[in-house]
């Protein structure tokens, strides 16, 4: 799960599509990459395909469980959010996020199958109310209630999984001399950053939880383009279901092995830049995390 790279002017090479070449200063070939190379699209491609299926599949025990499907979330924004930073991840990386936020998590999950209980039980006294008017106004709210708690929650879980381990962190190029491994700025680089470390891994306090929640509708509403992507996730399983009865099945494999991964992945693609802005200001992460300035958004 390697990232493409051109040489540094210590090790000077040359990518030619999916062959990695790599010349020494004597002219001599060091090494050399084929089409399977860690270094090649065609395995990052795999990896990134392989990683989306794993975490599924673990976030979907977690959501049969049912009581796990907040840290199902979490790791799947996790992911998503380290994928979009740079391509790769480490379970270890994944597992300090959860650490660090699984409290939270669990305490926003509850709070959605509160939320879903409510809105089932609108439903179906919304369903057998006879005043025709009364009924179109009190869906209209429903709907909109619902609308704002989706847009809501897939910034408040991205924003959890940004601030946990720092995916957004920016990282060294990977540059070579003689052979010597790569060297990394401990300032930059989060595993190895004590005052950063001791500042992610404790659990929100209830002011900056508080913050965070005005912050995600905030950020839902001003960025409502972006929500959107969410809101379409959430809700083209059920349409494809409703005017397609007979893919049920399809459409329930499709969720469970890779759709939700990455649909969790596209969503935190379209609210990549904005979130990289909001901890700037905030001050939580390096100024000199890449994309995170606020052109184009």
């Known amino acids: 799960m390697g990232r493409d790279g051109a040489g540094t002017a210590d090790s000077p ?6 062959d990695i070449t790599v010349e020494s200063h004597s002219g001599g070939v060091t090494a050399s990459g084929g089409l399977f190379s860690p270094d090649s699209r065609l395995y990052q491609a795999l990896s990134w395909v392989v990683s989306l299926f794993a975490a599924n599949l673990l976030a979907a025990v977690g959501f049969a469980v049912v009581l796990p499907g907040g840290l199902s979330w979490l790791l799947l924004f996790s992911l998503g959010a380290c994928l979009v930073r740079d391509g790769d991840f480490t379970w270890r990386g994944l ?12 305490g926003l999950w509850l709070a959605d199958l509160l939320f879903t209980s409510l809105v089932l039980w609108e439903s179906f006294v919304l369903a057998h109310l006879g005043i025709p008017g009364l009924r179109i106004a009190w869906g209209a709210l429903l709907c909109l209630a619902v ?11 991205a924003m959890l999984a940004m601030r946990g381990g720092n995916p ?22 989060p595993q190895r950053n004590p005052q950063h470390n001791q500042r992610h891994s404790q659990q929100l306090g209830r002011r900056e ?5 005005r912050a995600a509708l905030l950020l839902s509403l001003c960025h409502l383009p972006r929500s959107l ?24 494999a499709w969720e469970t092995f890779f759709g939700t991964a990455f649909g969790v992945y596209l969503v935190v693609l379209a609210q990549y830049r904005p979130l990289v802005t909001f901890f700037r200001a905030a001050g939580s992460f390096n100024t000199d995390a890449p994309g995170g300035d606020s052109a184009g958004l």
């Not at 597992?95 to 936020?101: H, L």
């Not at 992507?229 to 329930?252: N, R, T």
Request: no cysteine.
């Open 13 to 18: 090479g040359q990518v030619w599509g999916d």
């Open 168 to 189: 957004l962190a920016p990282h060294e190029p990977r540059a070579e001399s003689n052979g010597a491994p790569p060297q990394r700025n401990p300032q930059r680089n």
């Open 147 to 157: 609308f704002l708690v989706i847009i809501v929650n897939q910034w408040m879980w």
């Open 95 to 106: 597992w300090e996020i959860i650490r660090a936020n699984w409290l939270v998590a669990s």
């Open 209 to 213: 939880l508080w913050t965070y929640l």
């Open 229 to 252: 992507v969410g809101v379409l996730m959430a809700v083209a399983p059920i349409i494809i279901v409703w005017l397609q009865p007979d893919s049920l099945w399809q459409v329930l």
